[in-house]
């Protein structure tokens, strides 16, 4: 079974920082894209940054210049840097990844998996 498992989530004051983490495992062939997303309260689920299998990122106008995310491939792991937090950065993180996995049967299927969320929390 090919899962995401995330790390990381707290209670942090504002203007703290705080570092996700997310390593998937299974059988993997490999994993393009990475991303991370979150969900605030009363909201729905928006997209914090993405990641290539290259390095390229892409960040959300809200998150630009304080968060960061990154990847390790030989781990299957990203991670976000969240600094300068504020409060409106509270909510449920969930990664995302692209990946290819082998069934049993030797085939090769592409899925899309997601974390089981990790909270942070940043009171006004």
């Known amino acids: 079974q090919v899962q995401l498992v995330e790390s990381g989530g707290d209670l942090v004051r504002p203007g703290g920082s705080l570092r996700l983490s997310c390593a998937a495992s299974g059988s993997i062939l490999s994993i393009h894209a990475m991303a991370w997303y979150r969900q605030a309260p009363g909201k729905q689920r928006e997209l914090v940054a993405t990641?290539?299998?290259?390095?390229?990122?892409n960040y959300a106008d809200s998150v630009m210049g304080r968060f960061t995310i990154s990847r390790d491939n030989a781990k299957n792991a990203v991670y976000l840097q969240m600094n300068s937090l504020k409060p409106e950065d509270t909510a449920v993180y969930y990664c995302?990844?692209?990946?290819?996995?082998?069934?049993?049967?030797?085939?090769?299927?592409?899925?899309?998996?997601w974390g089981q969320g990790t909270l942070v929390a940043v009171p006004s």
């Open positions: 990641i290539t299998t290259g390095g390229s990122t």
């Open positions: 995302n990844a692209d990946v290819e996995s082998i069934l049993r049967s030797g085939t090769h299927t592409r899925l899309e998996l």
